[in-house]
């Protein structure tokens, strides 16, 4: 019997799904070897369905999801988000620093119809996860070959070298160095192909905190370009702001 | 034509030849007829990085670089010059030590069993127009490193043999370059096939080999006078006399080992990020990490080996431990291997000067300035 799959999703944008639907002919690969159980956005529809793994997209921002995580940790043998929200929070998780509710009384015109949470927390905040791939969004790349390790029967290998060393690997320029812009590669975790500065642009570490990472030197450094302390805040928070190694970093300059 | 007598510390006495700037293009012209792929520097990016060169045109006519620790600039000139800069990011190395290759593919054949197959370096000849002395040194410990050993690499060896180098004898030095003090540059006495001294209106052509002489055989050339001599020997001589860093002594190794505990180590881990680009972009860092890419169906795998770093967690993982899990350790290992133990290893020093890992450290961390912090001035 071939393993089943499903692709769970909570509060997101969906996009990190599309690491699925957009692999093209991986995706029959993909199908030939597994049975898609559940996933919504691609048709199958069986949420209650014991599977061998569970992809999980978004964040935990409302009392149901707080009920539903737990019933598909409790069928579910593998359990690994995808993407920022699923595994940091995501871009919604910026409420955890502030009044959320007073957010929600300000955009709604019936505030009274919304039943969220006060905050946006991560899938393993609540349930035990046995592998978190990165990235807002992830790759097609990352969750075929973590299909593909535990078809194997092996641990996934996930890499937390910076974003600086596959830069380097793809001989792009320095944008800090040659350009004097707030890169966040040194402190964000390879697994992009470092598509930004590639295209000469400054990493916004959508793919989340690198392993053994010095957010106070970088700090110094985007101060010394010239950064506002709230620039280099936002700098650390935009999509992964629940990740604690930046939500301190970020509190360090705009407490 | 005069024999050399020993090809490694003597090379042979070609006398020194002017190419006007004019005809530059046909030193392009006669090494592609030779069967060369050029590859030459140029302004990418904001900074000078070498690329598939077609015309001269594509040469940094006119650009100066500004390099300090973790900031580097170019300006443009009215100077005709295309060689009026110090360094770029790159020296010969991503040529030569691929920054990712495949080194053997695995399927399974129809009975399941595994078959391994090489993958043959595909190397088409190359040559660079604009190395200079660190890169040359740089690129002899490479060569030491990779073909001198008991098993040399193929990959490398393969794209080393069918290359061709045209040094650049510096004229320019940038704040970060020491490789004075290393007894690297800024003159490239060997190693290479042709090298040029560019003067206002030509080159002063040197020639290193026999390959060299032959690509020069179609160009036109004069002998080099006197004057011309004298102004390429000379700006050699400013270039060395303006290098303000230099490294406090050409063998660290024991003052390095004796100072494993020095404070300045967790000095420096507390500003270094250990993004691993110093090792990058150093000429003579070879390591390296080694990965089974295998395809979704699982009916095949590509073993792949792409450019690693002491900074990395994964480069001292083994056996479920990490050996250096915190900065500290890793900074250590990279200046103690750099420094110190590469004289056992290759009876040398590991570093040519050339200022890049300050230059292109995101945060600006000297390597002259940590050496001489644990070492002590003038060791
Ligand atoms: S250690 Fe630094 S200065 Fe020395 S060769 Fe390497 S990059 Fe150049
Ligand atoms: S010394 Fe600089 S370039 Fe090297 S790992 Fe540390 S911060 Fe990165």
């Known amino acids: 019997m071939k393993p089943k799959i499903a692709v769970h999703k909570f509060s997101s944008c969906d996009g990190c799904q599309l690491a699925f639907l957009n692999a093209g002919e991986q995706l029959l690969t993909l199908s030939e070897l597994v049975d898609i159980v559940h996933f919504v956005e691609a048709g199958p529809v069986a949420p209650d369905e014991q599977v061998d793994i569970a992809f999980v997209e978004g964040s935990i921002t409302t009392p149901h999801d707080?009920?539903?995580?737990?019933?598909?940790?409790?069928?579910?043998?593998?359990?690994?988000?995808?993407?920022?929200?699923?595994?940091?929070?995501?871009?919604?998780?910026?409420?955890?620093?502030?009044?959320?509710?007073?957010?929600?009384?300000?955009?709604?015109?019936?505030?009274?119809?919304?039943a969220s949470l006060a905050t946006s927390t991560p899938i393993a905040a609540h349930v035990k996860v046995d592998l978190e791939l990165w990235g807002c969004p992830v790759n097609t790349r990352q969750v075929m070959a973590a299909v593909r390790a535990l078809l194997f029967g092996v641990v996934p290998e996930i890499r937390?070298?910076?974003?600086?060393?596959?830069?380097?690997?793809?001989?792009?320029?320095?944008?800090?160095?040659?350009?004097?812009?707030?890169?966040?590669?040194?402190?964000?975790?390879?697994?992009?192909?470092?598509?930004?500065?590639?295209?000469?642009?400054?990493?916004?570490?959508?793919?989340?905190?690198?392993?053994?990472?010095?957010?106070?030197?970088?700090?110094?450094?985007?101060?010394?370009?010239?950064?506002?302390?709230?620039?280099?805040?936002?700098?650390?928070?935009?999509?992964?702001?629940?990740?604690?190694?930046?939500?301190?970093?970020?509190?360090?300059?705009?407490? | 034509?005069?024999?050399?007598?020993?090809?490694?510390?003597?090379?042979?006495?070609?006398?020194?030849?002017?190419?006007?700037?004019?005809?530059?293009?046909?030193?392009?012209?006669?090494?592609?007829?030779?069967?060369?792929?050029?590859?030459?520097?140029?302004?990418?990016?904001?900074?000078?990085?070498?690329?598939?060169?077609?015309?001269?045109?594509?040469?940094?006519?006119?650009?100066?670089?500004?390099?300090?620790p973790g900031e580097y600039r170019t300006q443009a000139s009215e100077d005709e010059r295309y060689f009026a800069w110090a360094n770029g990011p790159q020296a010969i190395k991503p040529w030569l030590f691929a920054p990712r290759e495949s080194l053997w593919q695995v399927a399974r054949d129809e009975h399941g069993r595994l078959r391994f197959r090489e993958t043959s370096p595909q190397v088409t000849p190359l040559a660079v127009?604009?190395?200079?002395?660190?890169?040359?040194?740089?690129?002899?410990?490479?060569?030491?490193h990779f073909l001198h050993g008991a098993h040399p690499d193929p990959y490398y060896q393969a794209r080393r043999e069918s290359l061709f180098i045209v040094a650049v004898q510096c004229s320019h030095t940038a704040a970060t370059c020491f490789c004075a003090s290393?007894?690297?540059?800024?003159?490239?006495?060997?190693?290479?096939?042709?090298?040029?001294?560019?003067?206002?209106?030509?080159?002063?052509?040197?020639?290193?080999?026999?390959?060299?002489?032959?690509?020069?055989?179609?160009?036109?050339?004069?002998?080099?006078?006197?004057?011309?001599?004298?102004?390429?020997?000379?700006?050699?001589?400013?270039?060395?006399?303006?290098?303000?860093?230099?490294?406090?002594?050409?063998?660290?190794?024991?003052?390095?080992?004796?100072?494993?505990?020095?404070p300045r180590w967790d000095e420096v881990a507390a500003r270094c990020l250990s993004c691993g680009n110093c090792t990058s972009v150093c000429p003579t860092c070879f390591c390296h990490a080694e990965s089974e890419q295998p395809a979704l169906d699982g009916a095949h795998s590509e073993h792949v080996r792409e450019w690693d770093s002491c900074f990395t967690q994964g480069h001292s993982y083994i056996h479920g431990l990490t050996i250096r899990a915190?900065?500290?350790?890793?900074?250590?290992?990279?200046?103690?291997?750099?420094?110190?133990?590469?004289?056992?290893?290759?009876?040398?020093?590991?570093?040519?000067?050339?200022?890049?890992?300050?230059?292109?450290?995101?945060?600006?961390?000297?390597?002259?300035?940590?050496?001489?912090?644990?070492?002590?001035?003038?060791?």
């Not at chain 1, 590639?198 to 450094?221: K, M, Q």
């Not at chain 1, 620039?231 to 407490?255: G, W």
């Open chain 2, 182 to 262: 290393t007894g690297d540059g800024p003159r490239a006495e060997r190693d290479f096939d042709l090298a040029l001294s560019e003067l206002n209106a030509g080159y002063v052509v040197e020639t290193g080999s026999q390959r060299g002489a032959s690509v020069l055989a179609a160009l036109p050339l004069a002998a080099a006078t006197a004057a011309q001599r004298d102004a390429a020997r000379q700006q050699s001589e400013r270039a060395a006399r303006l290098q303000t860093r230099a490294l406090p002594g050409r063998n660290l190794r024991d003052v390095l080992f004796a100072n494993l505990e020095h």
């Open chain 2, 129 to 144: 127009i604009g190395a200079r002395a660190c890169d040359l040194a740089a690129l002899r410990l490479q060569d030491q």
């Open chain 1, 160 to 255: 937390r070298d910076s974003v600086c060393m596959e830069c380097k690997r793809e001989g792009n320029v320095c944008v800090l160095v040659a350009k004097g812009q707030p890169c966040m590669g040194p402190v964000t975790q390879t697994g992009c192909g470092a598509l930004c500065p590639h295209f000469g642009r400054d990493c916004y570490a959508c793919y989340g905190p690198a392993e053994n990472i010095n957010t106070p030197a970088l700090v110094n450094r985007f101060a010394g370009l010239g950064l506002l302390p709230e620039e280099i805040a936002r700098r650390f928070l935009t999509i992964n702001n629940a990740a604690p190694a930046f939500v301190d970093a970020a509190r360090s300059v705009q407490p």
């Open chain 2, 1 to 68: 034509m005069p024999k050399p007598k020993n090809k490694q510390t003597d090379p042979p006495r070609y006398p020194l030849r002017y190419l006007a700037r004019a005809s530059l293009p046909a030193l392009l012209d006669s090494l592609r007829a030779a069967g060369y792929r050029c590859i030459g520097p140029q302004l990418k990016e904001g900074a000078v990085v070498y690329a598939e060169l077609d015309t001269v045109e594509q040469l940094p006519r006119g650009v100066h670089d500004q390099q300090s």
């Open chain 2, 326 to 379: 915190e900065t500290r350790t890793r900074y250590r290992q990279w200046l103690t291997h750099k420094l110190g133990s590469w004289h056992e290893q290759y009876g040398r020093s590991g570093c040519v000067g050339c200022g890049r890992c300050m230059t292109w450290c995101p945060v600006g961390i000297d390597i002259t300035e940590e050496a001489s912090a644990i070492c002590g001035e003038g060791t």
């Open chain 1, 66 to 114: 707080v009920e539903r995580i737990q019933r598909i940790r409790s069928q579910s043998h593998y359990l690994i988000t995808i993407g920022a929200c699923a595994t940091a929070g995501g871009v919604q998780a910026l409420r955890n620093l502030v009044d959320g509710q007073q957010w929600i009384n300000a955009v709604y015109a019936s505030p009274q119809y919304i």
